[in-house]
């Protein structure tokens, strides 16, 4: 694989999660959800950043960094959508 194909898919799938952090905030009402789902959004831009930045500065051996850094982010986007599905689920302290 060359760069250009690893930076299209880390776009793909930081956009894939934004599409769903937007979903989201078009179903609720709650400001402080809204607020705590932006900061997701934030933080999956902020991990697109770091993520390119960081493919186009490989250390030592490519083929490990490159997997490493592959896993790293999977990783941390299983992380993101389990917040979000947190955030989602939580009811509403208006509804109690």
């Known amino acids: 694989m ?3 194909v690893i930076k299209k898919d880390v776009n793909f799938l930081i956009d894939e999660f934004l599409s ?3 979903i989201s905030m078009s ?5 402080a959800k809204s607020e705590q789902i932006v900061g997701l959004a934030n933080e999956a831009l902020d991990l697109r950043d770091a993520t390119l930045v960081r493919i186009s500065h ?7 960094y490159y997997r490493n850094l592959t896993d790293e982010l999977l990783s941390s986007l299983d992380v993101m959508y389990d917040r979000l ?9 208006k509804s109690e």
Not at 27 to 31: G, S, V
Not at 58 to 64: S, T, V
Not at 85 to 93: D, L, M, Q
């Open 20 to 22: 769903d952090v937007f």
């Open 27 to 31: 179903f609720t009402d709650d400001a």
């Open 85 to 93: 599905s947190a955030i989602v689920s939580k009811k509403s302290e």
């Open 58 to 64: 490989p250390e030592g051996d490519k083929k490990a």
């Open 2 to 4: 060359n760069l250009r």
